[in-house]
Structures are given as structure tokens and as C-alpha cells.
């Protein structure tokens, strides 16, 4: 694995809601030290940086009109609870299904050195990621993603 | 008891210790040193140094406060929660994350009922076994929380017959912020605690209205249970002569947690600016950090973005060591606390050492108005309201300006009765007596 300056972060943001901003500062400090960024993310809506590589799983936020109606502030409907209470959020799945059989997605996680799961939905693929990668590759948090690209720096 | 002559040792059990910054160090650091400054072996048993440096950051400059007569057992604690590299991630916590936290917390409290540390209670035993071996025991003061730290000390007074201290500070089965039990009789808490306090040569806590809880709920122990305040550990430095021609300065330190009405504080700050000229060009610095764990709550981020608009900053965290230094250029003090009738905290001492005037804006009922009664220099908020801490502020900003040096000697000499030295050395010097020591004070 190369990190630190020119080293390479992905950042998985498959959730429905913008990206946090811990994520997106954190973005900026990266770029600034070298470290190049790319980021695979479930609308267009959630944005890292303007020079971020980025694949956009689909072309606008569910909806009718083109507003993703968990983050419009409307409830989820009955089915979508109970799905989610059986742990199987249907956009949480479906978003890996989608990361899997996109090869623009497929070669940014190929080329990572780092992988920053950034929101609980990227967990599941972020996990699948890190069982065939190994220790210190892919993490849930910003902190956790800085240290590896600060130690790998090191002399 | 120890041989004649020899040095009784004591065990103290502590999770946090330096290079820990939490809030609650400082009575741990005060607590072993002392008792090495009075001749006793001290052995602190605590976690590994990496759950700090990886996790909430460290003070270093504290650690360099450790006598260096003490040594430090540090032993594994697991915090698997905070795990953020997800190969080490079981299948279950990536897949079903709220099934793993319920499973999580069922195996925490397995041996001990206390999520997140209940298991550490495996490893205190075994360390405390292996030190016992190495050099007796004579005493085991057991520090909470984490309330699992008093299997450490059950443990070797049930095996070997050791006699112990818990210092419990505050309240496991008391909600010191609500007043409300939190663990019914007959609970498994319930029956631990009933043990742990029962069974103990002293219990200690911080301030009288959470003792007299304890002896009314555990009268078997009442007798054994003594305030050992938090104290401060040395006088502040002598404020600087004030210029006349500078804007008022005034400061808080402490841990900002979403419990502290930081937006009060900034409310009533800004209503005080609009009625008092001394405050037009006053500064509010607050120094701490964000929460427990290093993160904002996200009311309390609004209220530091609005309160950076008219004067309240919030300036980060300082190390211990320089918080002199910020109450020598204070012209007064904010004491900013959580509600609730059990509540004090370390940093009330700390101020009061200062004699400067303070500046309360907690609830009237919190406990650090018993300690503050009778400072000369204390203007609590009558409530929380803008108007209540507003007018508090005004009357602090006067007694600022106009620096009388003979109403700070008084509040000072108020204040010796809260040293750090004053609260401990009745207890250690109780406890000595109690393991059958003689005195050998060393400096």
C-alpha cells in the first residue's frame, strides 16, 4: 500500500443524506497534504470536493420530483420500516449492488489505498472490502482514515 | 498490616489516569501522590496508554505531575465500539448493526452489570492477583467510574481479607443531573453496590448532598462515608494589576458537554452587552474541549457560532499546566455547570483559589452553590433566563473593574479550605492508622 503524499483515499458515501461535514473537511485537509480523493456516492446531491474523482450511482435523488423523500423530511412509508428494522434498507442493499456492477465504481475501490467507509450505509460493502484486504485499509471513521494516511507518511 | 516499619502499599484502582485528559484525572493524580508523599508504596493500576492516545487525546504534561515514586500497572481494556477499522469488524456488527449492540451489551454486563466496562473485570482480577503476589497489599482504594473498578478491590479484600476505599465521586445508582435513582432495589447494581459499600473501610464522594443520598440509602454503611471534596491542587497564580483602559476579561475552563447551558450563557451575555458599558468590549473566552469524547453536541456548535458574534469564543482546550497562567490574566470567572442538586465539579475549587470574582450560571440548586456560599466574590444567576444570567454578569463585571486586591486576599483565604491537601490528608492519615502504619511523610 503507498499513502501519504500521493497516496490514494476513497470515500463511500452510499447513504440518501449529504455528506457529513468531519467528511468533507476532512476532504480538503487531504487534498491539501497530496493525497488524491475520490469518492463513489449515491446522488449527485452529496459532494466531497470540486476536484473529486466521483461516481454518482444515480443521476438525481429518488422521488417523484427528484427529492429523496427521507430527506425531504416525509416519513418512510410501513413497508420501508419494517424493512429496515429487519436490517435490510433496501437502498442500503441495492447501493451495493450498484457499486459492484459499475466499472467506473469497480476501478476507484481497485485503486484505493485507503477506503473511508464515511455513513452506515457503506458499512456492508466497506466490510466485504476490508475482509479481502486486510488490517488497516478500509475504516468508519475520518480519525481512523487520517492515522493510517499519517503513519504510512512517516519515515 | 504492614511489617513494622515498613511501608504500607496501596493499590489504587483507577481507569483513567494520566496521560488521561478527562475531567477526573486531577483527583486521580492528586490522590496516588499524596499518598506516596506520605511514605506509602503506591501502585496505580490502570488501562494501557493506547485507548488515549489513539482514542480521546492525552495531556502529557499531566503524566510528568505522576510521583515518580509510583508504578504504573497497565493492563488491557477492550472498547470494541470504538473499533473503526472494519476488518476487525464481526459479521454480525457490519450486517445488523442494532442486533450486534444489543448482543454487545448483553455480553458486557455478563460478569459485571456495567455496559462497555463490565469486562474489564477479568483483567482487574487477574492484575491484582499477580500484584498482591509480587508485593501485599495493604489498602485498596478503588476509584469509580467505571464502577467495574471496584471487582478489583472486592476481590482481594474477599480472598485475602485487604481493606478498602471506594472513592465513588459521584453516584452509580444516583442520576446526579436528575436527582432520580437509576437502579432499583434488588437490581443487580443494587446488590453490588449494597456490597462494595458495605463491606469498605471508607467510601468517599464529593460533595454532602450526594453523601447524605448514600446514607439514606445504604444506612448499614452511613458511618463509613466521608465528603472528600475535589479541592484544588495549588493556588492560582495572583492575578495581574488590571488596566484600567483594557476591555474586562472573562474566562471559563472546563469540559464543554452538551449538560453545560453554554447557550444560556450566550443569551444572557448578549442581553448583559446591550444594559452594561463594562461589557460593551468584554471577552468571554472559553477553553475546554468539546464534549467527552471530542465532538460537539450540535446545540451547543450553534451556540458557539452565535456566541462568537458578540464577544463569547471559544478558544479550545488547555493543558493543566497553563490554566494559571488564564486565570492571571482573567478579571473573572464563568462558572458554567449542569443542572442538578448533586452536582459539583473540579473546576469550582480551582476558582475559588483564584479570588477573582465568579460569575454562576448553573441552577441555584446545583451543589457548587453550598461550596460558593460565603465567597465574597460569588454573583450567581438567579436563574437561567437571559435577564437572571445577565444581571449576574453586570455585578461580576463591577467587582472586575474596580479589582479591590483586599476582597481577593478574602476570597482566597476562603478558599484554603478546599486545597486538595486540606480534603486528603484526614483520610489518609485515617486509613495509615486503620492498616496500622506509622507516619514517614516524605516530600
Known sequence: MTTGPGSRVLVLALGRDPLPTVVTEAALRWEADGVSISAVTLTPRARLTATTAQV?????????????????????????????????????????LLVLSSPQARRLVAG?????????ASVPLGWVLARRRGEGKVFRTVSAASRALNDAARP | MPLKGARPHLLYVAWGFPPCRSGGVYRALATANAFARDGWDVTVLTIERDLWERRTGVDPALEERVDPRIRIERIPFDWPVLEDDLSRWPALRALAPRAWVKARNLLDQRTFPEKVYGPWRRHLERATERIHAEHPVDLVVATTNPHVSITAALHLAQ???????????????????????????????????????????????????????????????????????????????????????????????????????????????????????????????????????????????????????????????????????????????????????????????????TGLPIISVHDPGNAAS??????????????????????????????????????????????????????????????????????????
Open chain 2, 370 to 443: 453550598e461550596v460558593l456560599k460565603g465567597y465574597p466574590l460569588w454573583f450567581p444567576a438567579s436563574d437561567l433566563s437571559p435577564d437572571g444570567v445577565a444581571a449576574a454578569l453586570r455585578a461580576g463585571a463591577h467587582a472586575a473593574a474596580s479589582h479591590e486586591p483586599v476582597a481577593q486576599a478574602a476570597g482566597r483565604a476562603f478558599a484554603e479550605r478546599y486545597s486538595r491537601e486540606h480534603q486528603l490528608r484526614p483520610r489518609i492519615t485515617a486509613l495509615r492508622a486503620a492498616v496500622g502504619a506509622t507516619s514517614v511523610e516524605t516530600m
Open chain 1, 56 to 96: 454518482t450511482l444515480l443521476r438525481r435523488p429518488a422521488g417523484s420530483a427528484g427529492i429523496d423523500p427521507s430527506t425531504a423530511g416525509e416519513p418512510r412509508s410501513t413497508p420501508r420500516k419494517a424493512l429496515r428494522k429487519l436490517h435490510l434498507d433496501p437502498v442500503r442493499w441495492a447501493a451495493i
Open chain 2, 159 to 353: 480472598r485475602y481479607g485487604v481493606p478498602y476505599v471506594v472513592d465513588y465521586r459521584d453516584a452509580w445508582s444516583l442520576d446526579v443531573f436528575s436527582g432520580r435513582r437509576r437502579h432499583p432495589e434488588g437490581s443487580t447494581v443494587n446488590t453490588w453496590e449494597r456490597r462494595a459499600l458495605e463491606g469498605a473501610q471508607e467510601v468517599w464522594f464529593v460533595n454532602e448532598p450526594i453523601v447524605q443520598w448514600h446514607r439514606t440509602t445504604y444506612p448499614a454503611a452511613a458511618a463509613h462515608m466521608h465528603v472528600v471534596a475535589n479541592g484544588y491542587d495549588e493556588p492560582a497564580a495572583g492575578s495581574q494589576a488590571r488596566r484600567t483602559d483594557t476591555p474586562l476579561r472573562f474566562t471559563y475552563v472546563g469540559t464543554i458537554s452538551g449538560k453545560v447551558p453554554i447557550p444560556e450563557l450566550v443569551a444572557g451575555w448578549a442581553r448583559a452587552r446591550e444594559q452594561e458599558p463594562l461589557l460593551v468590549d468584554a471577552e468571554a473566552d472559553l477553553y475546554g474541549y468539546l464534549g467527552y469524547y471530542g465532538a460537539a453536541h450540535p446545540e451547543l456548535a450553534d451556540a458557539l457560532s452565535t456566541g462568537a458574534e458578540v464577544g463569547v469564543r471559544y478558544r479550545g482546550p488547555v493543558s493543566k499546566t497553563l490554566v494559571s497562567e488564564l486565570y492571571a490574566a482573567s478579571d473573572a470567572l464563568l462558572l458554567v455547570l449542569g443542572t442538578g442538586r448533586y452536582v459539583t465539579s473540579g473546576k469550582v475549587f480551582e476558582y475559588l483559589a
Open chain 1, 112 to 120: 484505493a489505498d485507503v477506503v473511508l467507509a464515511a455513513d452506515p
